[in-house]
Every structure is written in structure tokens, then in C-alpha cells.
């Protein structure tokens, strides 16, 4: 799998976007990044996948570069809800990674009110 | 439609003791994994299955056995429990058409 480096922490101010950013600049061809979070001491949650496409779902914004050496994360408009640790993860496609999931230390997104 | 259903959510055990920390899901997802948090830290992968029989190891899968009998069912089991695999163990389900896993909401062990 294909290394991430994420920031160790980030605010960002209640009511405004909060955009994540993640270096992924060894990544494969068929290998899809993968957005999680996990709000403190709960089960990690899917936010977002994409290839190479911007990608948009209810939660969140996707856009990956077109060298698709990196991508960021964005909450469009963020609420204190969404403070947890967000986990940027690149796998080949199929079931986002069969043989399970290789976590980083992740970004502590911390929205401020 | 319950999701990922883990039992039980907290358990203490002592040093040798065996146990099983059940996981089930009605997803009828064929990919399942379990993982431990330590404090502070990200998840690690304990065993993985890719379906029904399947089974393999992860990056810590010592102490820590597993069976996939059904789709539904991954259970983790601890041989002789020990004081270092006190975690948060975390399992988790995946169909293979990608979208993502879905996790559970985790059992908290503590070995004493």
C-alpha cells in the first residue's frame, strides 16, 4: 500500500470548511484513497472514496490532484461534531482493501466554536 | 438492519483467561477484519477473512485466533490472555464492491 503523510493536528472554526490535506505521492494506478474518522473512543466511519474524479457524498468533498500524488478532505461547512481524528487511506479498489485496512496516526481535526 | 454488532462492549479479564469476542453483520458483506487500539494510538490489524473459510493474519495476529464459518459471523478468540493485549478491539465488514468498511462500536478489555 502506498504511504500517506497527514498533518498532526488542525483547527478550523465552526461554521466553515475544513479542509483536509494528504500526500499519498507513491500511489498506484489502481489504488483509491480512502477517507475515515473516528469521533473519540467510537467504531472508525467511511466518509469518501475516489480514483482519480472529484468525488461528493452528503458528509463530504473529495478533490484528488491530477497526478493523484495528493488530495484533500473537505467538510463544507463544520460543526463541533465532526472534531475527531481523520484517517486518509490508500488500497486497490475491491471492498476498499480485502485483506483489511492499515491505519496512520491520522489528522486531529479540532473545530473550534 | 443492524450493521456490525459486537458483544460484549466491555469484559475483564484475568492473566491466562480464554475468551471469545463475538462480531456479527447482516450485510451480507464477504470481507470482515478485526483490529486493537491502543491508548493514543491508530488501529492495527489483528486477522482478516475475505469470505466464508478464509482466513489470515495481519500485522499482529499473536494470541489471537479466528474462524469464519458463516458470512455473517467473524468471531475473535484470546488463547491466555495477557496484560499487553488490553485494547479497544474494533471489527469491521466491507462488501467487495468497495463503498468502504463499516465498523462496529468496539469491546474495551482490560487484563489484569
Known amino acids: 500500500d502506498a504511504k500517506t503523510t497527514q498533518p498532526t493536528s488542525m483547527d478550523c472554526a465552526e461554521g466553515r470548511a475544513a479542509n483536509l490535506p494528504c500526500n499519498h505521492s507513491t500511489i498506484s494506478g489502481n489504488e483509491y484513497v480512502y477517507w475515515y474518522r473516528q469521533i473519540h473512543s467510537q467504531g472508525p466511519q467511511y466518509i469518501i472514496h475516489g480514483l482519480k474524479n472529484n468525488e461528493t457524498n452528503e458528509m463530504a468533498s473529495l478533490i484528488i490532484t491530477e497526478d493523484r500524488k495528493s488530495s484533500t478532505l473537505i467538510l463544507p461547512h463544520a460543526t463541533l461534531r465532526d472534531t475527531a481524528v481523520y484517517y486518509c487511506i490508500v488500497r486497490v479498489a475491491s471492498g476498499g482493501g480485502a485483506d483489511g485496512l492499515t491505519f496512520g496516526k491520522g489528522t486531529h481535526l479540532i473545530i473550534q466554536p | 438492519n443492524a450493521g456490525v454488532t459486537q458483544t460484549p462492549k466491555f469484559q475483564v479479564l484475568k492473566t491466562g483467561q480464554s475468551m471469545t469476542l463475538q462480531c456479527a453483520q447482516d450485510?451480507?458483506?464477504?470481507?470482515m477484519s478485526w483490529y486493537r487500539q491502543d491508548p493514543g494510538m491508530g488501529l492495527r490489524l489483528i486477522h482478516y477473512s475475505v469470505g466464508a473459510g478464509i482466513t489470515d493474519q495481519g500485522e499482529v495476529p499473536n494470541g489471537y485466533n479466528v474462524s469464519r464459518s458463516t458470512t455473517e459471523d467473524f468471531p475473535l478468540r484470546l488463547l491466555s490472555a495477557a496484560p499487553s493485549q488490553t485494547s479497544v478491539y474494533f471489527c469491521?465488514?466491507?462488501?467487495?464492491?468497495?463503498?468502504?468498511?463499516?465498523f462496529g462500536s468496539g469491546t474495551r478489555l482490560t487484563v489484569v
Open positions: 450485510m451480507n458483506h464477504e470481507y
Open positions: 469491521a465488514s466491507s462488501w467487495w464492491t468497495g463503498g468502504g468498511y463499516t
